[in-house]
């Protein structure tokens, strides 16, 4: 197995994960190491909602060691409210401000709302808005209109080198084309089905061979894969990801071993 594979969570932030994840008395300092020393990569949640401050962004390269790696979902500012239109310098400012992590930034996720269908117009906004990123950024692009599941869309990401984010998410039909050097996947979920993070509560065992399957189809076409569970697709997003790990030959790192013995933090 060639491919670099980086699998891990949609955000890292979450009291629920205290005591079955992180150690009890855990505080919220010590969530992102912690977590950096069980996974090699996350997704960035919040930078969807606001662009992040420097000290903020250098923190996280801070509290994490050599080789991890950071995805970031581009703002909703970008994708949802201008849709992709005259976005160049406000991508420009978010590239800026993710900066301070240098090595360990990786691919930044365009997620288009669930309204934005393809058509000529909306694929000559996509095409524009991919023309104008900046050659040294990895981008991907979420899809949740399955009217984007066309030739035409692939070979246009595959034209711009952006690779097509295969997402598990409700009803929508699941791709899996390969438009670049590396993958991005997503596996979500009903966020009315599930409240509370501690366990894992739905039985995915049947989507997870299906994934496992078509990663291993697709692993010699890549050079690296970034994979992020999302805690609502089967309650406990790092159990999701270490059985995920597994079922492609890795090696999961054990939450509980990294614990600290006979002291609360």
């Known amino acids: 197995m060639s491919a670099a594979i980086h699998l891990g969570t949609q955000g890292w932030s979450y009291p629920d994960w205290v005591g ?129 599941h066309a030739r035409e869309t692939y070979d246009l990401l595959r034209a711009r080198r952006a690779a097509l984010a295969w997402t598990e998410w409700r009803d929508l039909p699941r791709v899996n084309d390969v438009t670049a050097d590396f993958l991005y996947l997503r596996w979500l979920g009903d966020r009315r089905e599930i409240a509370k993070y501690d366990r894992v509560q739905i039985d995915r065992g049947a989507s997870f061979e299906s994934w496992e399957r078509d990663l291993r189809r697709v692993l010699p076409e890549v050079r690296e894969v970034f994979g992020y569970f999302n805690n609502h697709w089967a309650g406990h997003s790092p159990a999701s990801a270490a059985e995920m790990k597994r079922r492609l030959g890795l090696a999961p790192v054990e939450p509980k071993s990294l614990w600290p013995q006979g002291e609360l933090w």
Do not use: C
């Open 20 to 148: 079955t994840f992180y150690p009890p008395g855990a505080k919220q300092e010590h969530f992102l190491p912690f977590y950096a020393g069980v996974f090699d990569t996350v997704e960035l949640d919040t930078t969807f909602y606001h662009a992040p401050r420097p000290a903020v962004v250098r923190s996280w390269e801070r509290n994490t060691p050599a080789g991890f790696r950071f995805a970031a979902k581009v703002p909703e500012t970008i994708t949802h409210t201008a849709r992709l239109s005259k976005v160049g310098e406000h991508m420009e400012e978010f590239a800026r401000a993710l900066e301070p992590l240098g090595e360990k930034l990786g691919p930044l996720l365009v997620q288009m709302p669930a309204d934005f269908t393809r058509d000529p117009g909306s694929t000559g906004l996509l095409d524009r808005f991919l023309a104008g990123v900046s050659g040294t950024v990895r981008i991907a692009v979420e899809f949740r209109d399955r009217s984007w």
